[in-house]
């Protein structure tokens, strides 16, 4: 199975920034899409951005022009590095994967167990 582990989180002033990092443990061929959500206290999980394997991406309204998403393919690994950070930006980050092939399978919609990202004002 496809085990995604995140690091990178914490607590920043507004207009900081943060590298979030996630990789993706296995025994992995191929993860087709890779990505962020993020869920604040109180409203739904939402995305934030994702990037396929040939590097086409997808961001959020909120974000764009200021995260940038990437991703390496070798090591199964996608990154978001968030800058000017706002305290609306505060939230719960999940790393995503979907369409991971894997011995016997292809497995859809996995999650790791989320990192928190705080903005202070």
């Known amino acids: 199975q496809v085990q995604l582990v995140e690091s990178g989180g914490g607590a920043v002033q507004a207009g900081g920034s943060l590298r979030l990092s996630c990789a993706a443990s296995?025994?992995?061929?191929?993860?087709?899409?890779m990505g962020w959500y993020r869920q604040a206290p109180g409203k739904q999980r939402e995305l934030v951005a994702t990037?396929?394997?040939?590097?086409?991406?997808n961001y959020a309204d909120s974000v764009k022009g200021r995260f940038t998403i990437s991703r390496d393919n070798a090591k199964n690994t996608v990154y978001l590095q968030m800058n000017s950070l706002k305290p609306e930006d505060t939230a719960v980050y999940y790393c995503?994967?979907?369409?991971?092939?894997?011995?016997?399978?292809?497995?859809?919609?996995?999650w790791g167990q989320g990192t928190q990202v705080t903005v202070s004002s």
């Open positions: 995503y994967a979907d369409r991971a092939r894997v011995p016997t399978t292809t497995l859809l919609d996995c």
């Open positions: 296995g025994i992995i061929f191929s993860i087709d899409v």
């Open positions: 990037i396929t394997t040939g590097g086409t991406t």
